[in-house]
């Protein structure tokens, strides 16, 4: 499997392994090391010399182990991932661009002796032609896509959760995944939340979060990332589709514009002619993430997690996600153990899955 948008994704991947992999305990996990700014303070993706303690696979390729770790500044869920989830785990670097990602799949496809690439995606971005005006973060997604494109293996695409990244609409994922002629795979059980639910409780990815609340039964309105963008969770929220990758990239005006790019900036520079430049965001961002502190006690956490939980509330909120209280409340990085453990020492407010619920009670 390849996590399409590093982060949050290869939490996805692991969610869908029954669905998608039932007969192997083991999955193979290809994905970025990029992390959002509140968990990883520096921009963009690490390559494979912001680690220490990898293992070579193949020529160009390396695995993360338990005992694998960032180079400071950087930071990245990916070792703790390999010590609690049962699956290999293998850093995508796209500091070479397409070029240099394709050749680093196709020898990972030849040292680990793969017959097929799964290219898993939360939300559903990755199905996006790229002109779409509420695309957030593309890059990503694109570079995965296009790394697939020719790998001599059959290659899907597997969307879950259409719309739950905070970016496309769902009802917009959805059509153009018919426009694809995607099949429905089926929906994210409970059962399949009991697998990563210990991984919830620390990862920062509020996709795969939102798909397993979907999954639990939960349903209302949520405030996520990014000035509090809303996703609404219904029926549809814990669906999994499964494309042709090549009708994926038919759609995709990125995939031929960033082909033959041999470097990141090439990369990043092809797809902001485009579309939306993520790089761009996150240097900009960083530097506003700087300012901030995380000297806050435990009393001040509360007083600004309840006055923002009512706001929300008056808006006709009924959850919030922990990567959105941690940017409301102006938290630099985010501690979703922390959090967490403030609300059970108060009872202020309660969970509902891995979501914060601030509904109001009648």
Not at 75 to 97: C, I, K, Y
Not at 268 to 291: M, N
Request: glycine fraction near 10%.
């Amino acid at each position: 499997m390849v996590a399409a948008g590093g982060g949050g994704d290869v939490l996805g991947a692991l969610l869908l392994r029954g669905l998608l992999i039932p007969q192997d305990p083991v999955p193979l996990i290809a994905t970025y090391a990029w992390e959002r700014l509140r968990l990883d303070p520096s921009p963009g993706p690490r390559g494979l010399d912001g680690f220490v303690g990898l293992g070579q696979i193949g020529s160009y390729n390396a695995e993360v182990f338990p005992t694998s770790d960032t180079i400071p500044p950087g930071r990245s869920t990916l070792p703790r991932l390999a010590a609690e989830a049962s699956a290999r785990l293998f850093v995508l670097d796209p500091q070479s661009g397409i070029v240099g990602l394709t050749l680093q799949l196709k020898n990972l496809v030849d040292s680990l002796q793969v017959e097929k690439i799964v290219l898993v995606d939360i939300g559903g971005d990755v199905v996006a032609s790229g002109s779409e005006p509420g695309l957030l973060s593309p890059l990503a997604d694109a570079m995965s896509l296009a790394a697939c494109a020719d790998l001599g293996v059959d290659a899907e695409v597997v969307v879950a959760g259409p719309g739950l990244d905070g970016e496309l609409d769902g009802s917009v994922v959805l059509e153009l995944l018919q426009r694809m002629t995607a099949v429905k795979l089926g929906d994210v059980q409970d059962g399949d939340v009991r697998h990563v639910e210990s991984l919830l409780t620390w990862h920062p990815s509020e996709a795969t979060a939102l798909l397993s609340a979907a999954a639990l039964g939960i349903r209302g309105t949520v405030e996520v990332r990014r000035k509090g963008n809303l996703v609404t969770l219904t029926g549809t929220g814990s669906s999994v589709w499964r494309a042709d990758a090549q009708a994926v990239i038919r759609h995709s005006l990125l995939v031929p514009a960033i082909q033959s790019t041999r470097t990141l900036a090439e990369v990043d520079e092809a797809v902001a002619r485009i579309a939306y430049s993520e790089l761009e965001y996150e240097r900009k961002k960083a530097q506003s993430l700087k300012s901030g502190s995380d000297s806050a006690t435990d009393d001040q956490l509360v007083r600004l997690m309840l006055d923002y939980a009512a706001d929300a509330s008056s808006r006709n909120i009924d959850y919030i996600t922990m990567r959105r209280l941690a940017e409301a409340i102006g938290m630099p990085s985010l501690d979703a153990v922390r959090i967490k453990s403030v609300l059970r020492a108060t009872g202020a407010l309660q969970l509902r899955g891995p979501l914060l619920n601030v509904r109001r009670q009648a």
